[in-house]
C-alpha cells in the first residue's frame, strides 16, 4: 500500500511482541512518509507561485521599458518628423529649393524611427528558446529579421553546444539585445554571427559593417 502511494495506511497492532514492534515501525514510517509528502507538495506550491510572481515582474518590467524606449526615443522622433513635415509644407509653396533639405531631414528621420521600432519589435519576441535548440531559435530569428529588413545576416554556428539551457537561453538574449543594438544603432548592412566550441569552451563573435562610434568619447 506505501509503494502504490496510500501513505494514510495504517496497520493494526496485534500484540507487545516483536510483530508488534514491526507494525508500530512501518505506522510511523508511514506517517513520516506522509508528512515529506504534505511537505513537498507545499515547496511545490510555493515554486508554482514563485515561479509565477517571477514571470509576472519580468513581463512587467520587459513592458515598463518598451513604454520608456517608445516615449523617450519613437514617440519624439514621430513629433520632430510631423514639425519637419509641417515646415516643409509650407516653405514648399514660397520656395521649393528650401524645402530640400526638411525633406532629406525628413527621409533620414523616418529610417531612425522604422530601426527603433524593428528593434523594440525584437524585444517583443518570446525570451526564451520555446523548446527549440538555440540553433534553431537563432535561425528563426535571423529569417524573420531579413524579410523585415534590408540587412543581410550570416551565421555560423556549431549543432550541438556544450551549454545547459539556461546558458543557452542567456546567450539567446545576448544575441537579441546585440542585434537590437545594430538596428537601432550601427546603421549596418551587414551583420556575421559565429560561435565556436574548443573543448568545453564556447565562445561567440558578432560583427557589422555599422558606422561604430569613437570609445575616447
Given at each position: 500500500?506505501?509503494?502504490?502511494?496510500?501513505?494514510?495506511?495504517?496497520?493494526?497492532?496485534?500484540?507487545?511482541?516483536?510483530?508488534?514492534?514491526?507494525?508500530?515501525?512501518?505506522?510511523?514510517?508511514?506517517?513520516?512518509?506522509?508528512?515529506?509528502?504534505?511537505?513537498?507538495?507545499?515547496?511545490?506550491?510555493?515554486?508554482?507561485?514563485?515561479?509565477?510572481?517571477?514571470?509576472?515582474?519580468?513581463?512587467?518590467?520587459?513592458?515598463?521599458?518598451?513604454?520608456?524606449?517608445?516615449?523617450?526615443?519613437?514617440?519624439?522622433?514621430?513629433?520632430?518628423?510631423?514639425?519637419?513635415?509641417?515646415?516643409?509644407?509650407?516653405?514648399?509653396?514660397?520656395?521649393?529649393?528650401?524645402?530640400?533639405?526638411?525633406?532629406?531631414?525628413?527621409?533620414?528621420?523616418?529610417?531612425?524611427?522604422?530601426?527603433?521600432?524593428?528593434?523594440?519589435?525584437?524585444?517583443?519576441?518570446?525570451?526564451?528558446?520555446?523548446?527549440k535548440s538555440l540553433l534553431t531559435a537563432l535561425t528563426e530569428l535571423i529569417e524573420e529579421l531579413e524579410t523585415r529588413t534590408d540587412v543581410a545576416f550570416e551565421l555560423h554556428f556549431p549543432e550541438e553546444s556544450c551549454l545547459s539551457q539556461g546558458s543557452e537561453e542567456h546567450v539567446y538574449r545576448m544575441v537579441q539585445e546585440v542585434l537590437a543594438n545594430c538596428l537601432?544603432?550601427?546603421?549596418?548592412?551587414?551583420?556575421?554571427?559565429?560561435?565556436?566550441?574548443?573543448?568545453?569552451?564556447?565562445?561567440?563573435?558578432?560583427?557589422?559593417?555599422?558606422?561604430?562610434?569613437?570609445?575616447?568619447?
Amino acid at each position: 500500500m506505501l509503494q502504490n502511494g496510500k501513505y494514510g495506511t495504517r496497520l493494526s497492532i496485534q500484540g507487545d511482541d516483536e510483530l508488534g514492534m514491526l507494525e508500530e515501525g512501518f505506522n510511523e514510517l508511514a506517517h513520516q512518509m506522509n508528512v515529506q509528502l504534505k511537505s513537498l507538495q507545499r515547496l511545490v506550491d510555493q515554486n508554482v507561485t514563485m515561479i509565477k510572481q517571477a514571470e509576472k515582474a519580468a513581463m512587467t518590467e520587459e513592458r515598463q521599458k518598451i513604454a520608456r524606449e517608445l516615449h523617450d526615443a519613437v514617440s519624439q522622433q514621430l513629433f520632430a518628423l510631423s514639425m519637419l513635415s509641417s515646415a516643409a509644407e509650407r516653405t514648399a509653396v514660397g520656395n521649393p529649393e528650401k524645402a530640400v533639405p526638411l525633406i532629406k531631414k525628413m527621409s533620414v528621420l523616418s529610417v531612425k524611427t522604422l530601426n527603433e521600432m524593428r528593434a523594440l519589435l525584437l524585444h517583443l519576441r518570446p525570451m526564451d528558446l520555446q523548446n527549440k535548440s538555440l540553433l534553431t531559435a537563432l535561425t528563426e530569428l535571423i529569417e524573420e529579421l531579413e524579410t523585415r529588413t534590408d540587412v543581410a545576416f550570416e551565421l555560423h554556428f556549431p549543432e550541438e553546444s556544450c551549454l545547459s539551457q539556461g546558458s543557452e537561453e542567456h546567450v539567446y538574449r545576448m544575441v537579441q539585445e546585440v542585434l537590437a543594438n545594430c538596428l537601432r544603432h550601427a546603421e549596418a548592412n551587414y551583420v556575421k554571427i559565429k560561435a565556436e566550441l574548443h573543448g568545453r569552451q564556447f565562445s561567440m563573435i558578432i560583427r557589422d559593417d555599422g558606422k561604430g562610434f569613437d570609445p575616447t568619447k
